[in-house]
């Protein structure tokens, strides 16, 4: 059995590049009674080895985990990426066991708010304009009108400071070539696969 060193980033921005292509992400905090979760979208900052620094994103106001962040900004960030079940049923060798792949990172992180306008402002404008490059009449904030002001009363911004990342990146290294070359030809198309040949590519 491969050992976790197999699945490890091949340098510091396979993280970023993971929060990159798969933003969503939960929010995690507190224990027991206290634990609260929150999906949101996230931008990542890089550091000068292309590591994640922080994180960026927003909060509903009216999110009780805001509250409670406040009082402890200590949170765990999970993001999930290309993930799919491998099936024993696209083998040669039947003795194979199914399995999954996927690509994940935690980041150990602490909050702070930010309620600046120009801040939140500039926020929004970056994660709009990640997520809509390349689209067909792409969208703008701008095109909000003056509805933009009254949605942004409702949010409230956030930096989330890494203090520590673990990720791990389970895309078939670990596999013989033969079969390899039947979860590929298994899975066909798609992200999954994508990502498996990025980080196999003698293959």
């Known amino acids: 059995m491969a050992g976790p060193e197999v699945f490890a980033p091949r ?16 929010i995690t905090s507190g224990a027991g009674a206290e634990f609260q979760a929150t999906l949101l979208p996230l931008r990542p900052v890089a550091g000068d080895d292309g590591s994640v620094v922080e994180l960026i994103g927003h909060f509903a106001r009216s999110n009780a985990q805001v509250a409670a962040l406040r009082d402890d900004p200590r949170a765990v960030v999970l993001a999930l990426g290309p993930q799919g079940y491998i099936s024993p049923s696209w083998m040669e060798d039947r003795a194979q066991a199914p399995t999954w792949n996927y690509a994940s990172a935690q980041f150990t992180v602490d909050i702070e708010f930010f309620e600046n306008g120009a801040e939140i402002a500039a926020h929004l404008q970056d994660l709009v304009g990640h997520m809509e490059q390349g689209r067909d009449k792409a969208w703008t904030v701008p ?10 009363k409702r949010i409230i911004g956030f930096r989330a400071r890494v203090t520590a990342t673990r990720a791990k990146f389970k895309l078939g290294q670990d596999e013989r070539p033969d079969v390899y070359a039947d979860i590929m030809e298994g899975l066909g198309a798609g992200q999954l696969v994508d990502w498996m040949q990025a980080f196999n590519p003698e293959r």
């Not at 095109?143 to 942004?152: H, I, K, Q, W």
């Open 11 to 26: 340098s510091p921005s396979d993280a970023r590049h993971l929060v990159s292509a798969f933003p969503l992400c939960w």
């Open 143 to 152: 095109e909000m009108g003056a509805r933009y002001a009254e949605l942004a």
